[in-house]
Nanobody, 126 residues
Framework: QMQLVEAGGGLVQPGGSLRLSCAAS????????MAWFRQAPGKEREFVAA????????YYKNVMKGRFTISRDKAQNTVNLQMNSLNPEDAAVYYC???????????????????WGQGTQVTVSS
């Protein structure tokens, strides 16, 4: 079992930045990938970014490239999401996820992630 706890959400003005963090505990060796998803009201949960736990290779949804950066700290068992140039369309609940994709699931596939955090709200408004 793993537990994931997100932090860092809040209110930010358009054009601003936020850094989300996800602290993982438990069976970290049972997973190979950690990711961030987000869900806006009335919309489906969507993939944001993923990072392979072993070698740090990163994957992004195309529209996030250049604005969002995912990183991990293996010593602290944390995954971070640095978000820059935020706009109102980025407002959502952001979820941290962890799973063993094993080359079977795409990094963006929700069904590949067994463990989920409770989510943290990001609001972008002036």
């Amino acid at each position: 079992q793993m537990q994931l706890v997100e932090a860092g959400g809040g209110l930010v003005q358009p054009g601003g930045s936020l850094r989300l963090s996800c602290a993982a505990s438990g069976s970290i060796l049972s997973i190979d990938t950690m990711a961030w998803f987000r869900q806006a009201p009335g919309k489906e949960r969507e993939f944001v970014a993923a990072i392979r736990w072993t070698d740090g290779r990163t994957y992004y949804k195309n529209v996030m490239k250049g604005r969002f950066t995912i990183s991990r700290d293996k010593a602290q068992n944390t995954v971070n999401l640095q978000m820059n140039s935020l706009n109102p369309e980025d407002a959502a609940v952001y979820y941290c996820a962890a799973g063993y994709l094993g080359g079977v699931y795409l990094n963006s596939a929700i069904e590949g992630y067994r463990y989920w955090g409770q989510g943290t709200q990001v609001t972008v408004s002036s």
